[in-house]
């Protein structure tokens, strides 16, 4: 187990869990932090409380670990973003194959906010959920933007930070994989319950897979990763 702290950036999503899940898996002192800049799926930071919290009392081990939580508010970035996101609007693909939801340069931000954070804290690790396997084709969750974005931060911060991206080269079937060798299936089960993918925020339609509206991306990315993940599991037979 590595001595030193980390820092999750944790949204209250299935893969942000995951990563929280990772970090307290690697490293003795795990702090999250959560970003609110008025998303329309701010139902997903009321599940990061829920979530830490039935995180702590299945794993004592990890509740250990588990410290502080920390919110910052970005109202700036939902100025910024005219975006189906923060607007009422519909959710469909640009001409350029993006979701209309792409927020721009959102995670690069994220990550100098994390960062800074980091620094205050005297945490060395930053531990995000970027992956640029299925993940609607976000420019800044690939894997040169992210260790790009390292070689600036520690340059900037005159630190050694590392960030970490855990699920990078992982598709959503391995995901949920990931969480089951790091958990079992009483992770596995409380990421379907406690957290939260659905960009409409839909909390009242509860599936296989979790909750949300079922239609929209995020959604059917969540849902076909968790068909993925449960034939995946049903060839290899049942959980031992
Ligand atoms: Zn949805």
Redesign the pocket.
């Known amino acids: 187990m590595n001595a030193d702290g980390a820092l999750v950036l944790f949204s209250g999503g299935q893969d942000s869990a995951t990563c929280l899940a990772w970090a307290l898996d690697r490293f003795a002192r795990v702090e999250t932090v959560g970003f609110d800049y008025g998303q329309r799926h701010a139902v997903e930071l009321d599940c990061r409380a829920a979530f830490r919290a039935a995180l702590a009392a299945q794993f004592p081990h990890w509740a250990a670990r588990l410290a502080e939580d920390h919110t910052l508010r970005l109202d700036a970035l939902g100025t910024l973003s005219d975006t189906a996101l923060t607007r009422e609007a519909e959710i469909a693909l640009r001409e350029d194959g993006l979701p209309n939801t792409f927020v721009p340069g959102r995670n690069l931000i994220f990550l100098a906010f994390a960062t800074a954070l980091a620094y205050r804290r005297g945490l060395r690790h930053i531990v995000a959920g970027m992956c640029e396997t299925d993940y609607s084709g976000y420019p800044d969750c690939r894997d040169d933007t992210i260790k790009a974005m390292q070689v600036a931060l520690n340059l900037g911060m005159e630190r050694r930070f590392v960030l970490h991206t855990p699920l990078m080269w992982r598709d959503k079937a391995a995901t949920w994989e990931l969480a089951e060798a790091l958990g079992g299936r009483p992770l596995v089960d409380m990421i379907i319950e406690h957290t939260h993918s659905?960009?409409?925020g839909?909390r009242s339609h509860r599936h296989a897979w979790g909750y949300?509206?079922?239609?929209?991306p995020?959604?059917e990315l969540r849902q076909r990763g968790h068909e993925a993940y449960t034939t995946r599991c049903t060839a290899a037979g049942p959980a031992q």
């Open positions: 659905c960009y409409l839909d949300g509206c079922g239609t929209c995020a959604c």
